[in-house]
């Protein structure tokens, strides 16, 4: 059973970048599509973006589209969210997901299809 243990976030100026990472443990990202999501206070969980196990799709919110970019790395069974040109609106808890070789990319939005979780970071951004 994978584990996912996050780093990064904290507080950052509007306009700056910052980089999310997730670990894997007892698995490695080769065989796990990723996920990133996110949850405001007082506001539901987001999606925010998604990649296929094979790399070959990636889904982003259309709030982030341009801005974030999300990437694996097989070898260091790593995940990341590039965030650049952060907004105040961006500050939310971010939380890393991994789910075991689905097929195809229309579910990589919805968080319930995902099985495993990261316990999140808080990434806050000052205007």
């Known amino acids: 059973q994978v584990q996912l243990v996050q780093t990064g976030g904290g507080l950052v100026q509007a306009g700056g970048s910052q980089r999310l990472s997730c670990a894997a443990s007892?698995?490695?990202?080769?065989?796990?599509?990723a996920g990133w999501f996110r949850q405001a206070p007082g506001k539901e969980r987001e999606f925010v973006a998604g990649?296929?196990?094979?790399?070959?799709?990636?889904e982003y919110s259309d709030s982030v589209k341009g801005r974030f970019t999300i990437s694996k790395d097989n070898d260091k069974s790593t995940a990341y969210l590039q965030m650049n040109s952060l907004k105040p609106e961006d500050t939310a808890v971010y939380y890393c997901?991994?789910?075991?070789?689905?097929?195809?990319?229309?579910?990589?939005?919805?968080?319930?299809?995902?099985?495993?979780w990261g316990q999140g970071t808080q990434v806050t951004v000052s205007s």
């Open positions: 990649m296929t196990w094979t790399g070959s799709r990636t």
């Open positions: 997901a991994a789910e075991y070789r689905r097929l195809g990319s229309s579910w990589l939005s919805k968080s319930h299809e995902y099985d495993y």
């Open positions: 007892g698995g490695t990202f080769r065989d796990y599509a």
